[in-house]
Every structure is written in structure tokens, then in C-alpha cells.
């Protein structure tokens, strides 16, 4: 019985501002354990798409290489947490396991079997806030119990709380025990030497490879893309402007946006976010509050969390007491089919939809766009398909945030924050956000040839 301590990756797929990491390392002269399991279900893998899958294992084989550096790897297998926590414990005697928490309560059911198991072994179980810049039952408490059922609400309660925690600093890493598993865990699970590839977890390419933007998971990349994202932070702040512009979006550049590095854990959301706030303060020498506008994204995020923390059916409208029970008509024929595949015949929506399953990427414009199309605009469909298949495709969707959306979007909740209670009609706005159908031919080839009058 060795003893020694596992860090559990789920999301967090990093080693900066990783509290976890920390306090997994107070010792480093004990065997040190950092592992993925694949369960069918961590990191949002229950129902994958190809790109999605990709993503994470590119983050999974960029902790890995990091971990080389230093002697060590990142174990990836497959199996039952508890069930690989309680051998482990049998086979070194581990005494702590840390994990950064995972607040949503989809994950509710694997995290306490896990620590049910860390009681009856003795193993001390530290769970670290670091996913969001608020702890949410944290943002409850402050508001009486309940969750803050408007966005100026929840505003409030976050000042009253103060500023999120800075990111805690990065470790060095030289002269940690990494532990090695023994022959029998080959025997009882499947354990991946190196990353696996999609295929090989029965994930595969629904049609051919034809992104235009290729998307690259790991730590590495995210921090290189927010220093890029910087660069336009600043000269934005520059103009007296910030983003996100909505107005006149960049439908055919590369995109900006860091948020699948954020949905994965890729990049720590507080780096982030102080990141911004600081640079903020450079620029204009105090001389403006930053206040929350200027990480308006970010809030929203932690928003939608903190409405889904304890409500179980948030991702659904039967017993979900935050939303409007529509009376949505079941799908006729291939409707549904045709929206999912973007085969609709509305060539701006058809576009956006390729481009989604071909590269996991929407700009938020599109995302609302096909939404509404789907839901109160045009199909009159129940916003829980359009939900699933962004759950499936979508890098950055994760459940809180992209049901939150979803309800917004078709009115289902969150009436309130909605900009205009009327549909963008689809032909239109395709007309004014692609006027040359640049977008539309990228993404429907077929149209090519057509006149632009006709998109």
C-alpha cells in the first residue's frame, strides 16, 4: 500500500488554474495519478459527434504530452469511475482524489457514487470550484435560497458576493511520482497507451471531411488563441467599443471566439475573465468602470448555471418550472430531418446547418437564426430537438448554457431578455448578413451558380 493521490479530469482539461492539480500535489513524493475515464457520458461524450470527439481528445493528448515532459502521462481508460477509484484504492491505498467540480446536475448521479465510494474507503474526496467564476450554490445562498430568476437579479447577487477569485498560479511539475497502473487493470479495463483515435470509441465521420475551419483542442492552442483574442480585445477597448458586435458579424473569417477551450476546460474561465478586466484597466488608466459589460458573455454563462444547478429537468420542458409548456407540434414527415441536415430549402438556414455538422461551429447570429426557424419562427418544432442535435454537434455546447439559450430563443423562458418578441424572417436577414451569398455558396455548393438575388 503505497498511498499517493488521483487527479480525476472531467472537464478542467488543463494545468493552469487548476486547484485541483494543487491540492493533488501537496505531496509530491506520493505516487500522483491523473486520469480520464472514459464512462460514456464525462465531458458531454453520451451522444458525440465526430468533431466534438476530436476536440476532446486533442485536449486529452495535449495533457498527455505536458505530462511527458516530466516522466510522466496522463492515464486514459475505460470504465465506471467508482468502480476504477475502488481499485485503485485496493492496489496503492490512495488516500485523496481531487476533481474540479462539475456543477450541473447531470453529473449528480456519477459524482456522488464516486464519493459514496471515497466514505467507504476512507479516501479524502476535495472537489475544487474553477469551471465557473462563481461557485452556484454559492450565488443561491446569496439570494435567499433561489436561484436569480432574472439577469439584473443575478447581477445583483454576484456584487454583493464581490469579485470572482483570481486564477491560482501554475505548479511546476519537476520531480512528481507519477504512478503507473499494474498489469491487472490491463486485465480488468481497457487502458489506451496513447490518445485514442474517434474510431476507435466507435465515433466516425458521418459524411466527408469538408471543413473549411478546423477547430484544435488542448490547452497549448487556448492560450495561444486568447493571447490572439487579446490582440482584438485591445484595440477594440482602443476605440471606446467592446465586444461582442452583433450588428455586422464576420460570418466567412476565422472565428474568435474561445468559448469550446472554455466549455472544456481547455482555458480557465478566470484567466479569462481577469484577463480581460486587467487589460480593461490599462487601457484606460481607471479612468472607466469596466463593470460586467465588458465580460457580458462570461456572466451569461455562469447565469445559465446557476438556474440549471438544481433543477434536473432544466434541459427539458415537462417538469421544468423555469419554462412555458408550449403546445409544439410533433415533426411530419422528414421536417426534422431536413432542419438537421440542412436540406430545408432556405438556403441561409441550410448553410448554417451544414457548417454546424461539418465543423461544429456556429456564430451566435446563426445559432439564433436556426433556432427561431426551428421553434416559434417557421416548423414550429419543440426547442428540446434543436437542443439534442447542438448537444451532439456543437464544440462549446454544454448543457446549461445551450438549454438556456434554446428556452430563450423560443420564448420558452427568460421572456424577458428577449430583444424583439418577432421573428427574423430568414430569407430577409440571410439577404442583409450575406449579401454577395458568399456564406451560403462556402456551405451549399449546389447553389453556386445561382444568382444571389435568388439565395
Not at 79 to 86: A, E, K, L, S, Y
Not at 256 to 285: E, K
Not at 381 to 406: I, P, Q, T
Amino acid at each position: 500500500m503505497l498511498g499517493g493521490s488521483a487527479l480525476w479530469f472531467r472537464h478542467g482539461l488543463r494545468l493552469h488554474d487548476n486547484p485541483a492539480l494543487h491540492s493533488a500535489l501537496e505531496d509530491k513524493t506520493v505516487p500522483f495519478f491523473p486520469m480520464f475515464i472514459f464512462d460514456g457520458e464525462t465531458a458531454g461524450t453520451k451522444v458525440v459527434g465526430y468533431n466534438r470527439m476530436r476536440y476532446l481528445l486533442e485536449a486529452l493528448e495535449d495533457l498527455d504530452n505536458q505530462f511527458k515532459k516530466y516522466g510522466g502521462r496522463l492515464i486514459m481508460l475505460k470504465g465506471t469511475p467508482h468502480v476504477i477509484f475502488r481499485r485503485l484504492w485496493e492496489e496503492f491505498g490512495i488516500s485523496k482524489l481531487c476533481f474540479e467540480q462539475d456543477c450541473e446536475p447531470v453529473w449528480r448521479a456519477r459524482d456522488d457514487a464516486v464519493k459514496s465510494t471515497c466514505r467507504e474507503t476512507g479516501v479524502v474526496c476535495r472537489e475544487h470550484v474553477s469551471h465557473t467564476l462563481w461557485e452556484p450554490d454559492t450565488v443561491i445562498r446569496y439570494n435567499g435560497g433561489i436561484p436569480p430568476l432574472t439577469y439584473q437579479m443575478f447581477l445583483h447577487t454576484v456584487s454583493t458576493i464581490g469579485d470572482p477569485p483570481r486564477p491560482v498560479g501554475d505548479l511546476d511539475l519537476t520531480g512528481v511520482n507519477f504512478g503507473v497502473l499494474p498489469d491487472t487493470f490491463y486485465k480488468e479495463f481497457t487502458v489506451f497507451d496513447k490518445v485514442p483515435k474517434p474510431e476507435e470509441l466507435d465515433v466516425h465521420l458521418e459524411r466527408e471531411d469538408i471543413r473549411m475551419i478546423r477547430w484544435v483542442g488542448g490547452e497549448t492552442a487556448a492560450l495561444h488563441q486568447m493571447q490572439q483574442r487579446l490582440q482584438v480585445e485591445y484595440e477594440t477597448f482602443c476605440r471606446g467599443s467592446y465586444l461582442p458586435t452583433h450588428g455586422n458579424p464576420d460570418l466567412l473569417g476565422p472565428p474568435i471566439s474561445l468559448s469550446p477551450a472554455l466549455r472544456f476546460g481547455c482555458l480557465s474561465v478566470r484567466r479569462f475573465y481577469w484577463a480581460l478586466q486587467d487589460l480593461f484597466q490599462q487601457v484606460h488608466q481607471g479612468r472607466l468602470s469596466s463593470g460586467h459589460f465588458i465580460t457580458g458573455q462570461l456572466i451569461w454563462r455562469e447565469y445559465f448555471y446557476t438556474m440549471s444547478v438544481n433543477n434536473p429537468n432544466y434541459g427539458k420542458m415537462s417538469g421544468n418550472a423555469i419554462c412555458l409548456d408550449i403546445p409544439w407540434k410533433n415533426p411530419e414527415g422528414d421536417e426534422l430531418t431536413k432542419w438537421t441536415e440542412g436540406r430545408t430549402g432556405f438556403p441561409f438556414i441550410d448553410a448554417a446547418m451544414r457548417q454546424l455538422r461539418s465543423e461544429g461551429w456556429l456564430h451566435h447570429v446563426l445559432r439564433n437564426t436556426v433556432a427561431s426557424f426551428l421553434t416559434r419562427g417557421t416548423l414550429w418544432l419543440s426547442w428540446e430537438h434543436g437542443l439534442d442535435h447542438f448537444l451532439k454537434y456543437l464544440l462549446d455546447a454544454d448543457w446549461s448554457v445551450c438549454a438556456g439559450n434554446w428556452m430563450w430563443v423560443s420564448s420558452s423562458a427568460f421572456e424577458a431578455l428577449l430583444d424583439s418578441s418577432e421573428c427574423a424572417c430568414p430569407v430577409r436577414l440571410g439577404r442583409r448578413l450575406d449579401p454577395d451569398g458568399e456564406y451560403v455558396r462556402r456551405y451549399v455548393p449546389e447553389l453556386a451558380r445561382v444568382p444571389v438575388q435568388y439565395m
